[in-house]
């Protein structure tokens, strides 16, 4: 099982760690039995190994590549910063100097409670790791972009919003509008999300960093294939699996790729001083039916592979390394864009009237014509969310 805890006894004998053959064996990684020592270095070895790329003698010393990592104060995005600021330690110590600079930005939290207790944890991020920089930003912050992407609030479906002439009073009003708009949970959830990416990407631009850490696991990415799939995505996954350039001209990094969920959060309890304080806990996920209404798609993706990752972490990596060999079209730099993902759609193949299906007649049935035209200009994802019918 992996990053599950052991007593290290076997037939009433001290249980030695595989690797080092010395120490007791605490954690049981794969079906290997290592001490925590041989389990932290696991760990390292596994995100450095992914940041070969951004050595010190890869690196100019006139102009120092900046990167961006958003921290959502789960197990994973705090261990990677864990991870790298160690990284960056070792190469100060050993060169007189990192090899890039590590902008951490925290998107916050629409619920006040969480937003405040988030705060706290990150001043207390901020006190631990104090070398690099840090910026919040509100969700709301993504209509500060308008004259960067091609996001308006009527992209959506103006005619669930009545007058298209209100004046919003604030960006919050805005955005409260536009998800007020969408009668779905998982339609809600996805637009949000979508949104986060978009904002994160456009303050990575204004910043002038050259690309963005994601704090993605094995688990989490084997979630976001399932999802994005279901939710008529798929054509984007080439970009939110993958390792390498995006469609914004910035570089995407998973290097917690090889990791599963449960072993970062093992990693997190064993580190000296432990990471728990600063990661946010949030509930198991919630044991709903497949038909229950608060419901969304990334929900099941994520109760299905965590019960999966626990007795059969291959099959969770198995599903990363396939969905990994999808290749970015060679066009895709002169594709139509998706309003609201900004992710190029193949061949053009626009809204649910471009990709045809039994679907095409519902639009037809639930939506007037203006509706119909927006709608065109979304990729077929964004547009089933649009209409609240995923």
Known sequence: MPGKHNDGIQNGELRLCKRCQVLEASVLVRMEHLCRDCFMTYVRTKVVKRMDSYRVRDSKVEKQRVLL???????????????????????????????????????????LSETLLCKAKLAEIQRRYPRHTYSTLALADIFDFNHIIDLDIYSIDSAQLGDQSRAFSSKEEKLDALLSSLPSTTSKFDVLCTLRTRLIIEFAKQKGCEGIFWGDSTTRLAEKTLAETAKGRGFSLPWQIADGASP?????????????RKELVTFSELTSPPLTALIFSQPQTARLSA????????????????????????????VVRTSSKLRIPSNSRTDQRCKLCGLPVPEGAMGIHGWGGDQKATVDQIDPETTRRQVQELCYGCARSALGTT
């Not at 965590?306 to 990596?317: D, F, G, K, L, R």
């Open 69 to 111: 990592l958003p921290l959502s104060f789960g197990a994973s995005s705090v261990s990677l910063l864990h991870i790298l600021d160690y990284q960056l330690q070792t190469q100060i110590d050993r060169a007189k100097r990192a090899g890039y600079v590590l902008h951490v930005v925290v998107v916050e939290a629409r619920d």
């Open 291 to 318: 038909s229950a209404k608060s419901t969304t798609i990334d929900n099941l993706m994520s109760q299905y592979f965590e019960s999966v990752e626990e007795n059969y972490p291959s099959i969770v990596a198995n």
């Open 248 to 260: 914004h001209d910035l570089n995407f990094k998973y290097p917690l790729r090889d990791l599963l």
